[in-house]
Every structure is written in C-alpha cells, then in structure tokens.
C-alpha cells in the first residue's frame, strides 16, 4: 500500500460540549492537493489546527509518513514538515517584515542570540525572487500593518514556503483578495504540485477548489460527508452536491 | 528544532544594504528621538532657570544616587508591557527579597563570617524575588487572569506576609559595612558617579541586548502585538511570559537590596512610593500600553525625566507644591506625543 503523507484515523475533537469533529478519517497522498469543502462551522479550520499541531485531538490517531505521531505541538508539526498559511494569516502587524517571515523560528546561534542580518538578507532575497515585491513601502525593515491584503497574504504564503514545506496548508488564502491576486494564488498551488509537496486547501469559492485540487473531500457537521476525484466530477456536479450536503447533511 | 539547517539556500545570499537614509532613520527611531527631544528640551528649560544648580556636577550625582533605585525596574517592567502584561508587585517584591535577606543573613549567623553571609543572604533575595515573579506569570498564563488584576493582589500579598514576617520591624544592616558588596553595590566611583548608577547601566544593556538582539526579546514583541499569530506559528507564549515575570521579580529584589544596602537599613515599608515613578517611567518613554511597541533606551530617558523633575522643580524656584503638577503634565504631553508619532510612523 503507499504510504500517506499524512493520515488521521477516527480522529475526533470536542470543547466541551460541543463535538466539533467526529471521528475523521482522512488521507493526503504523496504530490497530491487535497481541497476541503464544508459550509461554516463545518470542522474544516478545527480540522486543520489539530493538522497543524495548535489543537489536539480528543481521541484518534495522527501518521505522518506512515508512523504515529503522538502529543503534535506547533513546533513538531513544523519539524514534520507542515506549513500553514491561516485564514487569519498570523501575522504581527506591528513588527517589520524580517521579523514576521522569522515569526516563532528566528534564525539565532545555539545561546538564542538573533542573526538579525542574515535574516534581513533572506527576508530581501525572498521578496525579490518569491514575492515579486516591487512596491517601494515593502523593504524587510517595513512594518506589516502597513501592507496591502495581497501582501500580507504574500507574506504569509511565502513565510510558509520558506521552509521547506512537505505539507502545505492554505486556510482560505483567497479571502481578501483581488481577481489578480487570487489567480497568482492558483498559480502558486499548482506549483506546489509540480515541486512535488502535497497542500490541503480550504476556500469557499467552489471554482478555486475545482481549478487545483485533484480530490475534494467535504466536511459537514464535523464529519466526512463524502470525497471525488477532482477529473471524475464536474463543476455543476459539484455544486449541487454542496447545496444536497447542506440541505440533507448526506451526499446521497 | 533546527531552523538554521533547512531555513537557508547553500548559495550565499547577497548582502541586503540600504545606503543610510536620515529620514528612514527619523522614522524608525521616532519614539525614542521623540522622548530624546523632550529630555533635552526640559534639560536646557532646567539649565536656563536655575544654572547654578544644573551647570554644577553635585545635582546629576545626586540624580545618579537617587533614580537607579526604581529606574532599574523600569527596565524589566518595560519589557513585561511590551509582551501586553502588567506587573504592579514589584513594590512588594522589592521589600520581601529584603525579608529573605534578613532571614538568611540571621539563620547563616553559625558561619560567623559577615562577607559569606551577606552574599548567602543576596543570593536569598534574588532567588525570592524569581519565586514570586514566577508565581506572578504561572497565575496569570495558566488561570489565563489579566495580569493586572493577579498583579495588584500579589502586591497586597506579598506586602502582607512581609508586615507578618518582620511584624512591621524595622533594624539596621549597619553590618554590610564591613563587606565588599557595600562599596560594590552603593558606593561611588571617583568623586561624584555612584555605583547604583552603575548598576542600571549595566542593566539597561542587558535589557537591551535581551530585547533586541536575542530570541526571548523577539518572542516578547510578537507576544505583545498578537498573542494568537504567536500561537500559531508555535511560539511558546506561556513560557516566554513567565520568563519576563521573573526578571521584574530577580531586578526588583536587585533593587531593595541597593535600596536597602543604601541607608544601611531596612523598612518594611521599602518600596512604598516606587510604584508610579517606575511606571510613569515606562510609559513616558513610549512603551504602548497596548503592547508589541516600546524601547529600553526611552524608559531609560523617562526615568531620568521622572527623576529630575522633582529636584528641578525646587531649584527653579517653585514650591514643592507644583511637583506633581508638572510631573502630570509632562507625562500627558508625552503620551499624546508618541501616540501621535505611532500613527505617523505606521
């Protein structure tokens, strides 16, 4: 059998009363997107915060290439490979730029002291060649808040490219952004492909989800609903499916 | 974790310089320039009234003698409001460290040898002084209380049990005479710099060097400005908290004992009055109430404004009556002024 990137088995996530996720069983393959569709509330952000290692699950068990992985923190999510770009991007809109793509990994020597240089010299570097920054306001010793949606998101995509991603995670990386931008947005997934790293995707613009994804897996009420292979469905198909999920809670 | 492994390409990476711009520069550093030019400003007022006074070499030893004792908890404290927390024990703190030194130097008195138990007993008061600021940062990170509200209890508390503790005595320390510390800590260097202001220069750098140059500091700024995005990319926000909670707590009990060593005498009520002066300090040097903003060096300079103010005020020529007055009205104009810089820089 191929082994998975990543697998969760009858994973499943409560807060107190209420059941957020229930007993999720889920795959992500090798060179593989994944797109999760779910209305709101679905379990798809809850989903991937415990993919992510911020949350952890009630019950159930987490693989990463195929070994258990126990006890997940943020830290150990990101050593395992596991890049996240948040719906609600992480960003520290205070602080300059160097210091967000460095956010909660600084590059420092082995007594924590910062190498405030060389990660100004890569903040740089990055802007030029993966941002496509040419905007006069964005230098590494400019502030975030500052920034236009689109850059911000930049930010946030290509802090998570940076290092060396196997799993890409995007939460609703489009939300906010122009046609253009989004568009670059595809562009860049696709290429996630063709480096041969695996994403998940979470957006509500179906069309998005159907353009990168090669299977689609649809949350409701914190469980599986159902999943296609992307080639197998068409766009229509697809969408009166959601609407079915919405109104019935079943694909059938 | 090893970032520096896979976080960088082999090839070196060109050198990113910018050729050195004033305006850049003006607008980076506007907080700490702006509440540079109010130092200078009242400075030259000062000089201009009362030139005897501010032209002589005594008023800036005295200065020096006298505002270490709470500017050097000014530094801690700034980097405690930058990470978005409050700390208002540090007064108590500074009298229990005191508590622990008398405790320790009593029940040591088998050693019979003055110099090791003093410096048993000012290990005691730095240890304490870590304990109660640990305590400070475990209440408020696990039971998730806002730290203001942790903070003014465990200041009642800990000036509590050192009222209970000493039974409200107060005594000599006539003895740290006879040891090194005292010149160390109090004493002065050459005629007119004293060791105390030695002291929170060295501190003052340590600060700046934690808060600037090393992870901890980066971590504290980022905390500040959005605890959640600190979260989620991993940053380990509980731990770095309780960490800035015990250097307040480690500095303030620093400053009892220079307090205490000082007078050569101990008062349970040490600390009392430090409170504000040590957070006007803070504030009047552009640290954010908010959080994720502020700098070592403006707390240093709104120490030194806090301090001179009083001693100013009488040489201008003006009762004692009007020092709170001016004191109220310089810290006002200040915090309007960074707050106006703030939104210009952004």
Known sequence: ?252 | MNPQNNATSPEVTQRYKVPFSLRRFVRTNSAQLGILGVFVTLWIIFIISAPKTFLAPQIYSAFMASIPFFAIMAIPLTIVVIAGEMDLSFPSIMAMGMVAFNYTYVATGFINNVTIQVFLAIVAALVTGAIIGWLNGFIIVKFGIPSLVVTIGTQFLWRGADLVLTQGANFSLEYIKQTFFYPLFVGTIGPYFPMQMFWLIVVTIMGWVLLNQHRFGAHIYLIGDNINSAELMGVNTGRTRIQAFMLVGVIAAFAGILASFYVAYFWPSLGDGFLLSTLASVFLGGTSVFGGVGTILGTFLGAFIIGAIEAATVAIGLTGFWTQFIYGFIIVLSVIMHTYLRKRGE
Not at chain 1, 62 to 76: E, Q, T
Not at chain 1, 86 to 103: D, P, S, V
Not at chain 1, 109 to 128: A, K, V
Request: proline share 2%; hydrophobic share 40%.
């Open chain 1, 1 to 252: 059998m191929e082994e998975y990137r990543l697998e969760l088995k009858h994973v499943s996530k409560s807060f107190g009363e209420v059941q957020a996720l229930e007993d999720i069983n889920f795959h992500l393959g090798r060179n593989e997107v994944v797109g999760l569709l779910g209305d709101n509330g679905a379990g798809k952000s809850t989903l991937i915060k415990i993919i992510t290692g911020y949350y952890q699950p009630t019950s159930g068990e987490i693989f990463f290439n195929g070994r258990k992985v126990d006890n997940l923190s943020v830290p150990k999510a990101r050593e395992l490979g596991v890049e996240t770009v948040y719906q609600e991007r992480a960003l520290a809109e205070l602080q300059t730029l160097w210091r967000n793509i460095f956010l909660g990994r600084e590059l420092c020597n082995s007594l924590g002291f910062l190498d405030i240089q060389r990660m100004r010299d890569e903040t740089h570097r990055l802007m030029s060649e993966s941002m496509g920054f040419t905007s006069h306001a964005v230098s590494p010793d400019s502030r975030v808040g500052k920034y236009s949606g689109g850059e911000k998101q930049g930010v946030a995509i290509v802090r998570a490219l940076f290092f060396n991603a196997d799993i890409v995670v995007l939460d609703e990386p489009t939300m906010g952004l122009s046609l253009k931008e989004s568009a670059k947005l595809i562009n860049f997934v696709n290429g996630i492909k063709q480096a041969g790293k695996s994403a998940i995707f979470i957006d509500h613009n179906i069309l998005h989800v159907h353009n990168v994804a090669d299977r689609v897996v649809v949350i409701d009420r914190g469980r599986v609903a159902g999943e296609f292979q992307t080639k197998n469905i068409g766009l229509n198909e697809l969408m009166d499916k959601m609407v079915q999920v919405a109104e019935t809670g079943s694909l059938n």
